[in-house]
C-alpha cells in the first residue's frame, strides 16, 4: 500500500514554462487537494477535490489548474511558472467526509521557478 | 506558540522532558482541529484530533488540549525523545466536512537535546 505518491520530488523550470505535478493514491479516497509550503508559513490550500470530476478552489488558486478524472488522481497544472511559485508542493488525500478530516499526506515536491 | 512570519518558532527540550507545544487560533466558529508533525524532507503526518465539545485528548504519549474561551490549543509530548525533533502544525477547520478547507498555523520546531 503505496499512500500518496507524488512526482517529481524535485523540479526547476524556468519563468513562463509549463509542468504538471503528479498525484495519485491507492486508499480509494474521495478527497484530494494541493498544498503549498513557504518558509516561516503554514501549508496553503491551493485547490481540492471532493470527488471525479468535481474541484474546487482553495485559498491561493491563481496560476495553478486541476482536474479530477479518476479517483486515483489530482493532477496539478502550471500553465506559466513565475518565481512566486518557487515552493514545496504537497498533495493530500482523505476517505471519510464527515468524521473523518484526517489528512494523509504525500512526500512533497520541490519546485525552483527561476 | 505559532506566529505569523519567517522564523519558525523553536522549542528546545532535553531528551526525557515533557514538551508543550501552543497554538492560538482565529476563527470562533472552528469546531475540530488537528495536530500535524513534520519531519524533515517528509510529508505532515497526523498525530493527534480533537472536536470542539472536548478539552483534552489522549494519545500516545501525546495530550492534546483545548480551550475555546481563549481560543487555545495545546500539544504535551511526554517524555519527548529525539525521533519526535519535527516541525508541528495545528490545524482547525468546521467539521463535518469542513475539512475540506483546513487552515494550518505556521509551525514550532521542536528540537530534543541528547
Known amino acids: 500500500n503505496a499512500g500518496v505518491t507524488q512526482t517529481p520530488k524535485f523540479q526547476v523550470l524556468k519563468t513562463g514554462q509549463s509542468m504538471t505535478l503528479q498525484c495519485a493514491q491507492d486508499m480509494n479516497h474521495e478527497y484530494m487537494s494541493w498544498y503549498r509550503q513557504d518558509p516561516g508559513m503554514g501549508l496553503r490550500l491551493i485547490h481540492y477535490?471532493?470527488?471525479?470530476?468535481?474541484?474546487d478552489q482553495g485559498e491561493v488558486p491563481n496560476g495553478y489548474n486541476v482536474s479530477r478524472s479518476t479517483t486515483e488522481d489530482f493532477p496539478l497544472r502550471l500553465l506559466s511558472a513565475a518565481p512566486s511559485q518557487t515552493s514545496v508542493y504537497f498533495c493530500?488525500?482523505?476517505?471519510?467526509?464527515?468524521?473523518?478530516?484526517?489528512?494523509?499526506f504525500g512526500s512533497g515536491t520541490q519546485l525552483s521557478v527561476l | 506558540g505559532e506566529s505569523v512570519g519567517l522564523h519558525l518558532p523553536t522549542l528546545s527540550v532535553q531528551e526525557g522532558d515533557n514538551s508543550i507545544i501552543n497554538c492560538a487560533y482565529s476563527n470562533s466558529a472552528s469546531d475540530y482541529f488537528i495536530w500535524y508533525k513534520q519531519e524533515s524532507g517528509k510529508g505532515p503526518q497526523f498525530i493527534i484530533d480533537?472536536?470542539?465539545?472536548?478539552d483534552k485528548r489522549q494519545g500516545q504519549r501525546v495530550t492534546v488540549l483545548l480551550n475555546k474561551t481563549v481560543k487555545h490549543l495545546s500539544l504535551q509530548i511526554a517524555a519527548t525523545q529525539p525521533g519526535d525533533s519535527a516541525v508541528y502544525f495545528c490545524a482547525e477547520t468546521q467539521a463535518p466536512g469542513g475539512g475540506n478547507k483546513l487552515t494550518f498555523g505556521t509551525g514550532t520546531q521542536l528540537k530534543v537535546e541528547l
Open positions: 480533537i472536536r470542539s465539545n472536548m
Open positions: 477535490s471532493v470527488g471525479a470530476g468535481i474541484t
Open positions: 493530500a488525500s482523505r476517505g471519510e467526509r464527515t468524521f473523518n478530516e484526517k489528512l494523509f
